[in-house]
């Protein structure tokens, strides 16, 4: 059996442009491509943080060191310049590798430069659960 495990992530970056009459997709600077181990025309999940938009799409090269995050075509309509969104990729493996598998995970400032990368998500539990 084969799992759909997320690969990796730019958590928190800010969209710097929208351009409704380009031909769609997610233009990422080279560099935080390399970062969050994307390639050309890789498939994405797209979820914005201020209005709560999802969308999948595919990533193309922005300039190496610009910071540039920009929706293009029709997902320019699903965010705003600051918006703050998740961009996630995701692979399929084997169940065993699954299980141990560790992703990494790219967390940008407000100017998108890269903070820090790790290889894991930790629960977010601050408030308390009511029943």
Known sequence: MNRV?????????????ADLYYEGSLTI???LME????????????V?????????TYV??????????CLNG???RKGHVDDEII??????MPDDEARTYQPTVVLVDKNNDPVSTSSS???????PRHN
Do not use: C, W
């Open 5 to 17: 495990m997320f690969k990796s992530k730019i958590h928190r970056a800010r969209i710097t442009q």
């Open 48 to 56: 914005n943080i201020n209005n709560g938009e999802r969308f999948e």
């Open 74 to 76: 029709a997902a320019a």
């Open 60 to 69: 193309i090269p922005g300039t190496r060191g610009s910071r540039d995050i």
């Open 87 to 92: 961009i996630i990729s995701y692979t399929t």
């Open 35 to 46: 970062a969050a181990d994307l390639i050309a025309y890789e498939k994405v999940s797209v």
């Open 29 to 31: 600077d080279e560099e």
């Open 121 to 127: 998500v930790e629960a977010y539990t601050h408030l």
